[in-house]
């Protein structure tokens, strides 16, 4: 049975690096065969059986095996201590810290989980592998994203606490803010997809730290669902700011080669040259992990990196409303501008992105897989909450006339509510012909919150003018006379006189 290392491997040579799913799959099933084999020992990995099948080249494979250590999240559930390594004395302490278990591994190195007397507090520790001390792109890498995690501040974003060499290590050390949950790429692998409302409520946080960033003058450039860590309490991070660089600067790691990052989710310009990359580009990428979220596919498909980039180049995908039903064509059109072809035709700053995805009202207070316990004590969580419920209350301004679909919810005779999908020109219309007033209700959102028509600015006017159309209607209805009346309910009594008389005859 395949491990969840041998499937992020798989994932990675077929996301990373192109290789045919076919080929891949071809490969764990010798991988399967020849552990039978090796009954006392792990035998070989899946890497291995990729290089002797050249699927990789060397350079691709210790890159991939780098991949493996991009992120804190253990891989499996059941982390190694010490103790069980049969090696406390190396792992007891790096540097201030003292390691408590390992939690991740890669050829990139190893995280731990580890404690920091001075702060009194749990970190993750990163610790850079020996044999790469050398790689002066690696450590670059390594030590960029230490001082960026470092210097940027952001509840969204995991923070770093500091850098440093350990002299009897002989080895670089990254302590970061630990992060007890999961990524959202364990979360597809093990569900498909997210709800809209979590996957919503995902992206926006996401979205708050590149808006932090991106006001530091710092463009991520690997946005994917494997750099998204979630908090059990429901509060998302972005890692790895180890591809990141300021807007204005270049890099060695920019001079490697044309265009990195992952090329299910980078936009066809970076894909070409990664220098091209700006702000514009993380909002590409953060579409197509949404896109991912939402409907449980890539939205540029291929069977090698060339015909990802074929298709990216054409703009072909299917939206996102079609392979998916439950998303509202609202949304689907937020996420068609995020993944335009030409950057000038996307959202041009992520803030505009954030203001989007709130008025279409779907993104969850609170995820529905979160520990509501631990989410309502975690400040950033109810923060967050709040800031959602206040995004999609009434609006006084002009914002109304940007929700281009309305949810309005009405009540039968029966006393029975439906809801209907209408744009703003048929609530408008429905208004002026009397189909809806005052009392019926309306919300951005199918799942609410639903207020009265009366309360929202862009209706009050028609239902002020429809009321007054009414009343004119009736008193121009001219009145009877007192003596009119007496001979009309005369003119009935004879009339019921006469019916009571042929009956009898």
Not at 217 to 226: S, Y
Not at 291 to 316: A, W
Not at 492 to 500: D, F, N, T, W
Request: a neutral charge.
């Amino acid at each position: 049975m395949l491990t969840a290392h041998d499937r992020r491997i798989a994932r990675l040579a077929i996301s990373r690096f192109g290789v045919d799913p076919v080929q891949v799959r071809q490969a764990c099933v010798e991988l399967l065969q020849r552990r039978r084999g090796w009954a006392n020992s792990p035998g070989p990995d899946l890497v291995e059986i990729l290089l002797e099948r050249r699927l990789l080249s060397a350079r691709d494979a210790e890159t991939l095996r780098a991949e493996l250590d991009r992120t804190q999240v253990a891989n499996s559930p059941a982390p190694h201590t010490a103790k069980d390594d049969g090696d406390r004395q190396a792992l007891e302490r790096v540097g201030p810290y003292v390691l408590l278990r390992k939690i991740g591994e890669g050829a990139m190195g190893e995280v731990y989980y580890a404690y920091d007397e001075q702060n009194q507090r749990h970190v993750a520790v990163k610790i850079l592998a020996k044999h790469l001390q050398e790689n002066a792109a690696l450590v670059e890498r390594f030590i960029r994203e230490a001082n960026l995690a470092s210097r940027l501040s952001h509840p969204n974003l995991v923070r770093g606490y500091g850098t440093g060499f350990d002299e009897k290590r002989q080895a670089r050390f990254f302590a970061m803010e630990f992060v007890d949950g999961i990524s959202a790429q364990q979360y597809l692998d093990e569900h498909g997809r997210f709800a809209i409302e979590d996957a919503l409520h995902v992206i926006l946080d996401v979205a708050h730290a590149l808006e932090y960033a991106h006001a530091h003058n710092i463009i991520h450039r690997d946005i994917k669902p494997e750099n998204i860590l979630i908090t059990r309490s429901g509060v998302a991070k972005l890692t790895d700011l180890g591809l990141s660089k300021q807007i204005d600067q270049s890099s060695t790691l920019t001079d490697l080669r044309q265009g990195f990052g992952t090329p299910y989710y980078m936009p066809y310009e970076q894909a070409m040259n990664a220098r091209d990359a700006d702000a514009r580009s993380d909002i590409f990428a953060l579409g197509a992990t949404l896109y991912h979220m939402l409907t449980g596919r890539v939205p540029f498909d291929g069977k090698n990196h060339v015909e990802i980039l074929e298709k990216k180049e054409q703009g072909l995908y299917t939206p996102a409303h079609i392979v998916n039903s439950e998303i509202p064509e609202d949304l689907s059109a937020i996420l068609d501008r995020m993944l335009a072809r030409r950057p000038e035709d996307r959202f041009q700053t992520i803030s505009e992105v954030i203001v989007a995805l709130e008025r279409t009202g779907l993104a969850g207070h609170y995820l529905s897989f979160a520990d509501r316990k631990l989410a309502l004590h975690d400040p950033v969580a109810r923060l967050r909450a709040r800031s959602l419920e206040e995004a999609t209350l009434l609006d006084l301004g002009d914002n109304q006339m940007q929700i281009p679909v309305w949810f309005v919810r009405t009540s039968s005779f029966q006393g029975r509510a439906r809801i209907r999908r209408l744009t703003t020109e048929q609530i408008l219309a429905a208004i002026a012909a009397g189909q809806l007033g005052p009392g019926d209700e309306a919300s951005p959102s199918p799942q609410g919150p639903f207020h009265k028509l009366s309360q929202y600015t862009r209706f009050r006017d028609a239902l002020h003018q429809a009321a007054l159309k009414k009343t004119a209607v009736i008193s121009k209805t001219p009145a009877l006379r007192p003596w009119l009346w007496w001979l009309l309910g005369a003119a009935l009594l004879v009339a019921c006189i006469l019916v009571l008389l042929l009956l009898l005859l």
